[in-house]
């Protein structure tokens, strides 16, 4: 049976709860508490798994890509570490060659792209558009993101198929 809470607990809960809800909503708690939270998980053929939080991504190189996409208006501006450098996190890059990486969104949607493409496309894992990172509700927290308009042969709805949004999980095959 639950205790009751008497009128002393509801108001001590009722102050503890709002100090929480108070510090949450200064900008440097948030970013603190936002930059652990896991927003890639990458399973290897090897079993070896990482958890990677925006921080972690933040310690990687980044890089910018100006580059028009079938899906938006316009050229746009992305910043994110190299999916190469991402992947070389658990494992030497050269082992993925030949390699199939299972992708999947947050709704679940999946999609399998070469791991050659790492090498031969350098595609990012654009944590930013525009200056701003990239929120579920428009496309992130990554998109994988070709450099299109670097390159004919990428625009080609064989990569195009390949963009990924709202990607959360990687999986080696």
């Known amino acids: 049976m639950p205790t009751p809470l ?13 100090g929480a809800a108070i510090l949450l909503s200064l900008p440097a708690v948030r970013a603190r508490a936002d930059s652990r939270q896991i927003i890639l998980k990458i399973t290897y053929s090897t079993g070896k798994s990482l958890a990677l939080s925006d921080a972690d991504l933040a310690a990687l190189p980044w890089h910018n890509l100006r580059t028009h996409t079938f899906w938006t208006d316009g050229v746009q501006e992305f910043r994110g570490p190299s999916l190469r450098d991402v992947m070389a996190l658990g494992t030497e890059a050269e082992t993925l060659r030949g390699k199939t990486f299972r992708m999947k969104a947050l709704n679940e949607f999946s999609v399998e792209v070469p791991a050659d493409d790492m090498f031969d496309s350098n595609p990012l894992l654009a944590r930013e558009m525009n200056g701003r990172p990239m929120q579920v509700r428009d496309k992130g927290p990554l998109w994988l993101v070709y450099p299109r308009d670097d390159r004919p042969d990428l625009q080609n709805p ?16």
Do not use: A, C
Not at 6 to 18: C, K, M, S, V
Not at 158 to 173: A, E, P
């Open 158 to 173: 064989v990569y195009d198929d390949r963009w990924i949004w709202q990607l959360n999980d990687i999986k080696v095959l």
């Open 6 to 18: 008497y009128p002393e607990t509801i108001r001590r809960r009722q102050f503890l709860g709002g």
